[in-house]
């Protein structure tokens, strides 16, 4: 079993429409939570930075951490066709600098 | 605030030949992770280093090393290439290994 589960999708929406993704961990040592955004053939780029449980928002991006459940989301509001990417959830536990990535889920937003 | 830089962008190797490549963290930034993305295997990590130290490493066999210098930037050497070694070879950097991590562009190596 992975220590990072992502469905890979592809999550296929309507422009406008919420956009909602999820991963689940089974390392109870996963202390600081990240979302990337990769588009193809391009480096992974930074979207939320979440350390405790409970909601952050930025913009059109809220992301959500329940430790509890080992469970966290991202959503992404009025979604637009330039948010088409694979988005990636990832995790650092007490390996400082080893980040344990989810499998990433592919995003399809058509006009 | 320049971003993390990777040289080069692109390479075309044979096997049996070795590669080395290019990270240049963003400044302040003290530890740099290497990390290799393959369709099917996704991201999956090599190994950090902080502070000239290597900290962790992944489960690569030992044709893949890296090094880092006082000035943060570090180097990933993969030898014996075998075609399997294709993929984007990506690092990140982040201030201490603990907080936000910031990825460049990726190298991307082709094994022929």
């Known amino acids: 079993q992975k220590e990072v589960e992502q469905d890979p999708g592809p999550l296929s929406v309507p422009e406008g429409a919420i956009v909602s993704l999820n991963c689940t961990y089974s390392n109870s040592a996963f202390q600081y939570f990240m979302w990337y955004r990769q588009y193809s053939r391009k480096g992974p780029e930074l979207l939320m930075y979440?350390?405790?449980?409970g909601n952050k928002e930025d913009g059109r991006f809220t992301a959500q951490v329940d430790k509890s459940s080992k469970y966290i989301s991202l959503f992404i509001r009025d979604s637009q066709p330039s948010d088409s990417a694979t988005y990636l959830c990832a995790m650092i536990g007490d390996s400082w600098g080893k980040l344990q990535f989810g499998a990433g889920t592919q995003v399809v937003v058509t006009p | 605030k320049a971003g993390v830089t990777q040289t080069p962008r692109y390479l075309i190797k044979t096997r049996g030949q070795q590669v080395t490549l290019s990270c240049s963290p963003i400044?302040?930034?003290?530890?740099v992770s290497w990390y290799q993305q393959t369709p099917g295997q996704g991201l999956q990590f090599l190994f950090e280093y902080f502070s000239e130290t290597q900290r962790n490493k992944g489960n690569f066999p030992g044709r893949f090393s890296g090094r880092q210098f006082s000035n943060s930037r570090s180097e990933m050497n993969v030898s014996t290439l075998e075609l399997g070694d294709s993929a984007l070879y990506l690092c990140a950097s982040s201030t201490q290994g603990e907080g936000e991590a910031f990825f460049g562009q990726g190298t991307r190596l082709t094994v022929v």
């Open positions: 400044s302040g930034h003290r530890s």
């Open positions: 979440t350390y405790s449980s």
